[in-house]
């Protein structure tokens, strides 16, 4: 079945229907047959590009040999009944962030390059025909959903915007007309200001847990600086430096980690958005409730979460598979749900 | 901490952040301490009602021990900074289904009574004050947030909208007024017409994996006659029939089965919306692209989906832990991750 979008007439859900995806491998641990590890180039589908060092390769791009969405598609609409099937264009790149199978993200020492990267192949891919956004995400663990232990982020080019990232660039809007000012620069000099959230700041960027955290250990970046594009970021080295920064925080204060991190960047030309990375650790698990309902809940403040990342208490017991808290509330088990 | 909600400044998000809940037990499997089994009523905050049969409870609704949100709370606005904490009222409780821990859910023989139960509580709770809508969720197996194995559900008053429920009304509001009728009701009449989707149905009722299901054997339950509230059905012996068959397939198709069971219900006295079940299995996990996006990926297709699980084929390796699909495209694996 050829990748296709169906809206809900019920909602707003967008899916996209895309089971090319389910025949891909799922083995996290095992380097012997990587598709990314050096020697196995053949394994991906043709090389995008490639930065090399040394004349050995340390970064490569390709395409997702599963995509979501495939180009060159009959970008048509199907009507079915009462409902539609989009057949519109999508891109879907890996970027191989490293030719070594088990680094962690804090050990790519090009990592800057790589961040380089990401906003050459965001840019690239926005000047095709049909593709109104793109989204950058990188899943490490396996309850984050990666399906391949090597180091290696992926970029999606969406024929349609994404609802969160209209809704974001609605409140944008609707705060810049009401207040004046960008609502994500107003949020950073309120974090410097209270503190207890901040995790990391250097000169150009801060790592924060958002006021409105929805997942234990919820973490925003961010450039101190109004930018609303990610793809006009410059200043790749100090970004590489607070990421591994808080990365390290994570992978010290939660054992065995899952996250993801993910880009959002201004989905058009105008100014009101502020670029930023999400980060999402993987230990609660929305349930029922969330589901339905569409509400977070959070078993951790991110007060709280803030305090135990920063202190870079080794919490040994916080695991990415929760077990249950002591009456006497010693915060050192995770929470495997929340309902 | 006291619990209370949370309103994110750059997106629609509402959170509850709730601290209390991370102290309660999870303990999955074992019937010992369970609070929930039959001489153990002690260990639940005071009973507010129960069912009998033959001198024993059969059935027992109690507070919720670990509550996400509280009753006559401050009711007030607090104001940090540029943000809110909204210490508002909710209600949250747990109805214990059967005396017996290890019950699947079509083992609960009064599963109709159960049913009726929840109705009644629903009623119960959206008479309190400050109490906006009432969410019904029953989380099956550990994937689905499921603390406890005893069978249960929960039922949350909230103090506000859910924005699921409030994006549902809006899109039936829409629907109704372009078509001048029911947006389900003709959903309903499409999905009888098609067939594909269908995965059961009985004189009061359809089950059918939606159009655009967004998770892997995502099914809808609903009457077939329209009617905008749960807590108004009557017919709870059809209704358990077509639960319990649905569920069978569940657990006949999906080895070691999670998933969550939801009540979708009127916002309001209005007559646009159709109550419905919507039941979420939880086999591939939403990653990156999904959280950062409000995408859904579906590497199952519905139709895919419906027939497996009408077929009543024992697709043993159909597990709610993911593994490989073979390049021969059998169907036999389930789905980690999707991104």
Redesign the interface.
């Known amino acids: 079945?050829e990748p296709h979008l169906?809206?809900?007439?019920?909602?707003?859900?967008?899916?996209?229907?895309?089971?090319?995806?389910?025949?891909?491998?799922?083995?996290y641990t095992t380097s012997n047959k990587c598709p990314f590890c050096r020697g196995n180039e053949e394994n991906t589908p043709p090389e995008i590009m490639r930065v090399e060092k040394n004349n050995r390769w340390i970064i490569r791009v390709v395409p997702n040999k599963y995509p979501?969405l495939v180009y060159n598609t009959k970008n048509i609409i199907e009507t079915?009944?009462?409902?539609q099937k989009y057949y519109y264009s999508g891109v879907h790149e890996v970027i191989i962030e490293s030719d070594e199978h088990n680094k962690i993200i804090y050990e790519i020492e090009h990592f800057d390059k790589v961040l380089e990267i990401f906003a050459l192949r965001m840019r690239e891919i926005l000047k095709k025909d049909n593709v109104k956004y793109v989204?950058l995400?990188?899943?490490y663990g396996?309850?984050?959903?990666?399906?391949l232990r090597h180091p290696h982020s992926?970029i999606?080019g969406?024929p349609l915007l994404?609802?969160?990232?209209t809704?974001?660039m609605s409140?944008?809007k609707r705060?810049r007309s009401k207040h004046g000012r960008c609502?994500?620069c107003?949020?950073i000099e309120?974090e410097k200001?209270?503190k207890k959230r901040v995790i990391s700041k250097n000169k150009d960027f801060i790592a924060f847990a958002?006021?409105?955290?929805?997942f234990n250990f919820e973490i925003w970046l961010a450039p101190l600086r109004h930018n609303p594009h990610f793809y006009l970021e410059k200043n790749f080295k100090s970004l590489k430096n607070i990421l591994f920064d808080v990365c390290h925080m994570i992978h010290n204060t939660i054992k065995n980690p899952s996250y993801?991190?993910?880009?959002?960047t201004s989905p058009c030309s105008a100014n009101d958005f502020h670029w930023h990375i999400?980060i999402?650790p993987k230990i609660a698990?929305?349930?029922?409730?969330e589901?339905?309902?569409?509400?977070?809940?959070?078993?951790?403040?991110?007060e709280?979460a803030a305090f135990l990342l920063r202190s870079g208490k080794k919490a040994s017991k916080i695991s990415d598979v929760?077990?249950?808290?002591t009456?006497n509330?010693k915060r050192s088990n995770s929470?495997?749900?929340?309902?």
């Open positions: 079945m169906r809206k809900d007439i019920i909602s707003s859900n967008w899916v996209i229907v895309s089971d090319e995806r389910a025949s891909r491998p799922n083995d979501a079915e009944g009462i409902y989204m995400f990188r899943n396996v309850n984050a959903g990666a399906s992926q999606i969406l994404p609802v969160r990232i809704d974001e409140h944008f705060y609502a994500f107003d949020m309120e200001r209270y958002p006021f409105a955290s929805r993801n991190i993910i880009i959002h999400e999402l698990m929305p349930a029922g409730f589901w339905g309902s569409g509400f977070y809940i959070n078993t951790v403040s991110p709280e929760g077990c249950q808290k009456e509330r929470l495997k749900s929340v309902f």
